[in-house]
């Protein structure tokens, strides 16, 4: 699976953006899909996952109720909504993709995109 993740850019505090990731390959459905972020001088973190039918998703408590995972399994596309930004959440965003179920712990993913910038200004 290779994914390309895109939409990042540079948005007040308290706007929004969209954050796509595409997936490439047949087995896309097979895969929960994850979303980790890593701000400047800091260790990568999980932001979010989603299962692989779109019907669950789990949440870091720092992103609860202000982002949300979707995922298009027709178009192999997994998305980010980020309301309610913050400047706290500037980072690079990158999504991934585990097999089986959703995971918190960015090692056990197998696939990652490149990452797409957000910058949050106050």
């Known amino acids: 699976v290779q994914l390309q993740a895109s939409g990042g850019g540079l948005v007040q505090a308290g706007g929004s953006l969209r954050l796509s990731c595409a997936a490439s390959g047949r087995t896309f459905s097979s895969y929960a899909m994850g979303w980790f972020r890593q701000a400047p001088g800091k260790e990568r973190e999980f932001v979010g996952t989603?299962?692989?039918?779109?019907?669950?998703?789990y949440y870091a408590d720092s992103v609860k109720g202000r982002f949300t995972i979707s995922r298009d399994n027709a178009n192999n596309m997994v998305y980010l909504q980020m309301n309610k930004l913050k400047p706290e959440d500037t980072a690079v965003y990158y999504c991934a993709a585990v097999l089986g179920s959703p995971n918190y712990s960015d090692y056990t993913y197998d696939f990652w995109g490149q990452g797409t910038l957000v910058t949050v200004s106050s």
């Open positions: 989603i299962n692989r039918s779109g019907s669950n998703s």
